[in-house]
T-cell receptor, first 110, second 114 residues
Framework: EDQVTQSPEALRLQEGESSSLNCSYT??????LFWYRQDPGKGPEFLFT???AGEEKEKERLKATLTKKESFLHITAPKPEDSATYLC???????????FGTGTRLQVFP | SAVISQKPSRDICQRGTSLTIQCQVD?????MFWYRQQPGQSLTLIAT?????????ESGFVIDKFPISRPNLTFSTLTVSNMSPEDSSIYLC???????????FGPGTRLLVL
């Protein structure tokens, strides 16, 4: 069964304190791994898509990496405005639907 | 990206009633999805709605409870029928767009059932 597990559930960082969020997955043929940011009361906002092991994508203070079993979202020198829930999802080859993890709730304090 | 709007943005409803949620997209898309996000939980797919065919429902969701319409390539509705407090959730519309097949999400409809 396709599955996504994210850790930690919650993360509190001081402004400027870099860290990483983990997304472990099992899927019957990875078609894509997706990272989203979700602010309270809003829909998920697309961040990155990764397709194959070794691939990396960057956007401002965020960098996503992918291996055959997991993905990391690295946050460098975070700011309070980076506070949000970060969701990871996978899509298998035989389907169009996304399987979501439960997310990591990030809080960055000044 | 995709510009997706949903109506209503939020509602408070009495148990036993029904609510229809509308999803409008800024350009034509083949596939539209409806998700539910219960308080403190992640997203769960309710159904996939393709224009011109019946919606495909995920395990645990049935058409009588969540009827879906897809009259054209830019619009869909989800009805939550005979509501109970357990239906209190955020309901999200999503579309597949672009060669990268990225899924984009609407702002959501926050539903509270009393």
């Amino acid at each position: 069964e396709d599955q996504v597990t994210q850790s930690p559930e919650a993360l509190r960082l001081q402004e400027g304190e870099s860290s990483s969020l983990n997304c472990s997955y099992t899927v019957s043929g990875l078609r894509g791994l997706f990272w989203y940011r979700q602010d309270p009361g809003k829909g998920p906002e697309f961040l990155f898509t990764l397709y194959s092991a070794g691939e990396e994508k960057e956007k401002e203070r965020l960098k996503a990496t992918l291996t055959k079993k997991e993905s990391f979202l690295h946050i460098t020198a975070p700011k309070p405005e980076d506070s949000a829930t970060y969701l990871c999802a996978v899509r298998a080859y035989n389907t169009d639907k996304l399987i979501f993890g439960t997310g990591t709730r990030l809080q960055v304090f000044p | 990206s995709a510009v997706i709007s949903q109506k209503p943005s939020r509602d408070i409803c009495q148990r036993g009633t029904s609510l229809t949620i509308q999803c409008q997209v800024d350009s034509q898309v083949t596939m539209m999805f409806w998700y539910r996000q219960q308080p403190g939980q992640s997203l769960t797919l309710i159904a996939t709605a393709n224009q011109g065919s019946e919606a495909t429902y995920e395990s645990g969701f049935v058409i009588d409870k969540f009827p879906i319409s897809r009259p054209n390539l830019t619009f869909s509705t989800l009805t939550v029928s005979n509501m109970s407090p357990e239906d209190s959730s955020i309901y999200l519309c999503s579309v597949l767009r672009g060669r990268a097949e990225t899924q984009y999400f609407g702002p959501g409809t926050r539903l509270l059932v009393l």
